[in-house]
């Protein structure tokens, strides 16, 4: 084919005249090359970086010392917590930074096992999501506690009065949960650092190169120490995907397994799984939209990564709305008149805009929008819709806890809730600690595993089949 006809007819273009430079993994650049891309963003600290960080101190402040040390001080009555709404914003909260923490689990492990290679440029922001994530949350059980120096109650460890904390309690739940998880998290986010931290170390100066000199644990790429690191990794992989699951099982189990109307329910296990990766994974695409951008990491983060997570989005929304209208049907056909009171206050009552912004932002928008490639690869169009989906599971997790407390089988026991300041402010400064941790790592921590890309693209090739070049993948374990 002549490149005149070509030009006056793109389609007669043949398959290997494409362009696969859009591909990350087609498009290899040299090693030096990409460590100096992302070491540059890495350093790149301006005036606004400053201070935003200021910003976000001074939330953090207000929030966490401010509202908290108010609360400590004069007791949990200046919360909106009373008779019948016991569980408020606080374990609001606490649910939906669970659920966020399930993000990185998900894109690292579980897309590594299934060896999906899109996942390669983005697993280690999505890894610090979810250490980051498990901090705020643990948090909560904390500030819900009310007296918060009697923690120390809800580690389970013997006495000289050999009493040990009541594992009945659901609070003793989640404190297990929250620290097996977190542990198991930051070792699994550790391991693949190690590489990117001594590349680091061996391209930076100053107290950046003593401190990855420590973290880097001496690596120095010898093939042993490449065999240990990926067969620890695989491990961990393995390993973490189970606890990754319990512990949001364990989160619905802190409702199911009461009796009260509403929370009484075997399907919260999966319902609540599906909705923490839904939310984490709209959490991370809204994330990566804002370091691409602010970070200038066009070359590692490109509209592909986002298309594949895009079409995540879509698979969990329907999940998530499957289960959800099965626990209502549930409720319905039962018939008790309590659940008919909790329906119909969520479909007509004081919390009706909630409920129906919730159906919008996880549904409507999700199923009309995502389906359109065009959509999943538009930063702005992407952007809109994973934080619109954020917001929904907020107010599901919102209706979940606190609607369903102002009903029970006690007319006289009804009530209803209403934040106070406080919450409110100690919630606005636990996000505030949350983006401010990420700020500052995302300039200490290689956010992008250089050496996972690299690996991918010495692994992916283009052969030809026939008249076409059709991208192929070795596998280099």
């Keep these: 084919m002549s490149s005149e006809s070509a030009a006056q007819n793109p389609s007669l273009v043949w398959p290997e005249e494409e362009d696969h430079s859009e591909h990350l993994l087609l498009d290899p650049r040299p090693v030096e090359e990409m460590h100096g891309i992302l070491l540059d963003a890495m350093q790149r600290t301006g005036r606004g970086f400053w201070i935003l960080v200021s910003f976000l101190g001074s939330l953090v402040l207000i929030g966490l010392v401010g509202a908290w040390g108010f609360q400590i001080r004069w007791g949990m009555g200046v919360a909106g917590i009373r008779r019948p709404v016991f569980w408020g914003l606080y374990i609001t909260n606490f649910v939906f930074w669970i659920g966020i923490s399930h993000s990185g689990t998900f894109i690292s492990a579980i897309l590594r096992i299934f060896k999906a290679e ?45 009493l040990w904390p009541n594992f009945h309690s659901p609070l003793m739940w989640d404190m297990l949960a929250i620290f097996t998880y977190l542990i198991g ?116 983060l490109r509209a592909e990564h986002f298309d594949s997570l895009g079409k995540l989005i879509l698979v969990f929304s329907f999940a998530w709305t499957y289960f959800f209208f099965a626990d209502y049907l549930t409720e319905w056909y039962g018939g008790e008149a309590v659940g008919q009171q909790l329906l119909t206050l969520q479909a007509r009552g004081p919390v009706a805009p909630l409920w129906y912004l919730m159906l919008v932002c996880n549904i409507a928008i999700p199923w009309l929008t995502l389906w359109n490639r065009r959509v999943r690869r538009s930063t702005v169009g992407l ?37 106070t300041i406080v919450e409110v402010l100690i919630s606005i400064g636990s996000l505030s600690a949350f983006i401010l941790f990420y700020a500052l790592a995302s300039r200490i921590i290689p956010l992008v595993p250089v050496w996972e890309v690299r690996e991918g693209q010495i692994s992916h090739t283009l052969r030809r089949i026939g008249r076409a070049m059709v991208p192929s993948v070795a596998d280099l374990d």
């Design 185 to 300: 998290s930051t070792l699994y986010l550790f391991l693949p650092l190690i590489p990117d931290l001594a590349m680091a170390r061996d391209h930076t100066k100053g107290w950046r190169q003593k401190l990855y000199r420590i973290f880097s644990l001496g690596w120095r790429g010898t093939e042993a120490e490449w065999h240990h690191l990926k067969l620890a990794i695989t491990i961990f992989a393995f390993a973490i995907v189970p606890v990754m699951f319990s512990v949001h099982t364990i989160v619905s189990w802190d409702f199911g397994m009461t009796m009260k109307v509403g929370w009484s329910s075997s399907i919260f296990g999966p319902y609540f799984v599906t909705g923490a990766i839904f939310s984490g994974v709209s959490a991370v695409i809204t994330v990566l939209l804002l370091v691409r951008k602010s970070m200038k990491l066009d070359y590692f």
């Design 383 to 419: 952007f809109v819709v994973t934080l619109g989906v954020n917001v929904g599971m907020y107010i599901e997790r919102y209706i979940i806890v606190t609607g369903f407390l102002t009903r029970n089988r006690l007319p006289f026991d009804w009530g209803v809730y209403n934040p």
């Design 118 to 162: 899109f996942r390669r440029p983005i697993t280690r922001a999505s890894e610090l999501m979810t250490t980051f994530s498990l901090l705020v949350a643990g948090m909560y059980p904390l500030i819900h506690l009310g007296r918060t120096w009697r923690f120390y109650w809800m580690v389970p460890y013997p006495n000289q009065r050999q």
